[in-house]
């Protein structure tokens, strides 16, 4: 197990932790008169087991589903959004239990306590190595900035004459490879887009 944890999940971490200390503790003033002060715990035993499931996430299906969406409310949003109503009650059904089980998800994600937890601000690593990662340093400009020249009394880069830039791989497609209709001329080839209905 890497010795690294992002900080999203120390505090999420840490939070189990201190839930399992309490309890480990009151379990302990319990038992005995003197409880030890700093009880450790194993982090490889405790991420080994799972404490939840997606599927707790997911309404039983057994359950009585409550009408928080009535069919009139399912056309409603169907309507709204431009999509084509259900063609038959089975579908009706279907689409209802699909969003009741979406709604369910949501508002079970809605009630995890984020106190104390960081925003999102993209999804990628944002931690240190990330960064440091995706970091663009002078090392790596390095190379183009020796085949510019400053030139001019603005001071303005200018790539140097005689330095061929890779382009293998970039500008070696087929950009009218997937074109319907082309047309040859002098300047050049040429896709035809018609318009209006044929």
Same mark, same amino acid.
């Given at each position: 197990?890497?010795?690294?944890?992002?900080?999203?999940? @120390?505090?999420?971490?840490?939070?189990?932790?201190?839930?399992?200390? @309490?309890?480990?503790?009151?379990?302990?003033r319990n038992s005995s008169s003197s409880p030890p002060r700093n009880?450790?715990?194993?982090?490889?035993?405790?991420?080994?087991?799972?404490?939840?499931?997606?599927?707790?996430?997911? %309404?039983?299906?057994?359950?009585?589903?409550?009408?928080?969406?009535?069919?009139?409310?399912?056309?409603?949003?169907?309507?709204?959004?431009?999509?084509? %109503? %259900?063609?038959?009650?089975?579908?009706?059904?279907?689409?209802?239990?699909?969003?009741?089980?979406?709604?369910?998800?949501?508002?079970?994600?809605?009630?995890?306590?984020?106190?104390?937890?960081?925003?999102?601000?993209s999804i990628r690593d944002e931690t240190e190595e990330g960064v440091?990662?995706?970091?663009?340093?002078?090392?790596?400009?390095?190379?183009?900035?020796?085949?510019?020249?400053?030139?001019?009394?603005?001071?303005? %880069?200018?790539?140097?004459?005689?330095?061929?830039?890779?382009?293998?791989?970039?500008?070696?497609?087929d950009v009218l490879g997937t074109a319907g209709e082309k047309v040859?001329?002098?300047?050049?080839?040429?896709?035809?887009?018609?318009?209006?209905?044929?």
């Open positions: 197990m890497s010795g690294f944890i992002c900080s999203r999940c @120390r505090s999420s971490l840490r939070r189990v932790l201190r839930v399992q200390s @309490r309890s480990i503790n009151s379990s302990v009880k450790l715990v194993d982090i490889d035993a405790l991420l080994s087991k799972p404490t939840w499931s997606v599927r707790s996430l997911l %309404p039983d299906p057994g359950a009585l589903q409550s009408e928080e969406i009535t069919p009139a409310k399912l056309h409603h949003l169907l309507r709204l959004s431009a999509l084509p %109503p %259900p063609k038959s009650l089975e579908e009706e059904a279907e689409m209802l239990k699909t969003l009741h089980s979406q709604l369910h998800f949501v508002k079970d994600i809605q009630k995890v306590d984020t106190e104390g937890v960081e925003p999102l601000r440091k990662e995706i970091t663009i340093g002078m090392e790596e400009l390095k190379e183009a900035f020796e085949k510019e020249e400053i030139k001019g009394r603005n001071r303005r %880069p200018r790539r140097r004459r005689g330095y061929m830039v890779d382009t293998k791989g970039v500008e070696d497609w040859e001329l002098a300047g050049g080839k040429y896709f035809v887009v018609r318009s209006g209905k044929e």
